[in-house]
């Protein structure tokens, strides 16, 4: 079936540290994995994304890894911010199209002062 | 240049009636999506259009829901004889969905309430 699987639900880290969010997803053929930071009452907003002939992207503070063979991708945050608490979304295209996209269950972060 | 647009914002209703919900994409979008998010919790697909192709229909949750995109543009979401069960908020996104280009952009959602 099409699934994408989320874990934590919830993640609190101390501001400074890491966070590390994890999904799997269960089709073989899916190429595109995004990220989207929901914000309290706001609409999802993509924060960075990965393709699956790439390992490893990062921009700045954030970075995603992808292993295909397993079929599981993460979601790396260094040095959090108060500003990065939000609902994190992983998601996943399902198909050889690359255009339908299912979302993991999300991965409530907060960031103690 | 303009986002993605749903109307209404609110939408308050009582069980049994049918409402309608409406997506304007980003122009040039080929792909649109609706999506349905509970209060806590995650993206629900639903439906998924993607230029002249047949919807991919498989996340509508009964038969009471249907969706249909005119002209390639605009997109509205029907659910028939609401369910409190339905209440939620009800997301659309677009994206051109071409190879490189495959960001989603939400629109603000529309909040259904079924009393």
């Known amino acids: 079936g099409e699934n994408v699987e989320q874990h934590p639900s919830t993640l609190s880290v101390q501001e400074g540290d890491s966070a590390v969010i994890k999904c799997t997803y269960s089709?073989?053929?899916?190429?595109?994995f995004p990220w989207y930071k929901q914000e309290l009452g706001k609409r999802p907003q993509l924060i960075i994304d990965?393709?699956?002939?790439?390992g490893e992207k990062k921009d700045q503070r954030i970075a995603v890894t992808l292993n295909k063979t397993a079929k599981h991708f993460s979601l790396h945050i260094t040095e959090t911010q108060p500003e990065d608490s939000a609902v994190y979304f992983c998601?996943?295209?399902?198909?050889?199209?690359?255009?339908?996209?299912?979302f993991g269950s999300g991965t409530r972060l907060s960031i103690r002062p | 240049g303009a986002g993605v647009s749903q109307s209404p914002s609110n939408k308050v209703t009582e069980k049994g009636k049918d409402v309608e919900l409406r997506c304007d994409p980003i122009?040039?979008?080929?792909?649109l999506y609706w999506y349905r998010q509970s209060l806590g919790q995650g993206l629900e697909f639903l439906i998924y259009?993607?230029?002249?192709?047949?919807?991919?229909k498989s996340g509508l949750p009964s038969d009471r829901f249907s969706a249909e995109r005119t002209g390639g543009s605009v997109s509205t979401l029907t659910i028939q004889r609401t369910q409190q069960e339905d209440s939620a908020v009800y997301l659309c996104?677009?994206?051109?969905?071409?190879?490189?280009?495959?960001?989603?952009?939400f629109g603000p959602g529309t909040r259904l309430t079924v009393t």
């Open positions: 996104a677009s994206s051109l969905a071409l190879a490189g280009a495959y960001e989603q952009y």
């Open positions: 089709d073989s053929a899916s190429n595109y």
């Open positions: 990965i393709r699956s002939n790439v």
């Open positions: 998601a996943a295209s399902m198909g050889s199209s690359a255009s339908k996209i299912i």
């Open positions: 122009s040039g979008h080929t792909a």
């Open positions: 259009f993607q230029g002249n192709s047949a919807p991919d």
